[in-house]
Nanobody, 123 residues
Framework: QVQLVESGGGLVQAGGSLRLSCAASGRTFSSYAMAWFRQVPGKERAFVAGISGSGGFSTHTASVKGRFTISRDNIENTLYLQMSSLKPEDTAVYYC????????????????WGQGTQVTVSS
């Protein structure tokens, strides 16, 4: 398994930008597909974006497509989520997650999770 630590959350006005980072431990980072999920109180953790181990394939949920971009640096063992044109409905705790092998979309398929970072978008 990999150990994950997120950073980069904060308070931003609507229309602004943030970049989340997720630092991973271990020497096999590229063997893991990675994803970002987000969660608001009272709701289940929701898939935001995923990326393959090589970085050659990525996918984003419809509500963030064109505004968010997932990427990774397999030399630095870091996952990123660049968020722009932020909306109040993007407010949530954002989690990075790792799963061995291919990209998956269900939170139950991910074995490693970060502690979460709060993103708050004010109107």
């Amino acid at each position: 398994q990999v150990q994950l630590v997120e950073s980069g959350g904060g308070l931003v006005q609507a229309g602004g930008s943030l970049r989340l980072s997720c630092a991973a431990s271990g020497r096999t980072f590229s063997s893991y597909a990675m994803a970002w999920f987000r969660q608001v109180p009272g709701k289940e953790r929701a898939f935001v974006a995923g990326i393959s181990g090589s970085g050659g394939f990525s996918t984003h949920t419809a509500s963030v497509k064109g505004r968010f971009t997932i990427s990774r640096d397999n030399i630095e063992n870091t996952l990123y989520l660049q968020m722009s044109s932020l909306k109040p409905e993007d407010t949530a705790v954002y989690y990075c997650a790792a799963t061995y092998g291919i990209v998956r979309f269900s939170a139950t398929d991910f074995s490693s999770w970060g502690q979460g970072t709060q993103v708050t978008v004010s109107s």
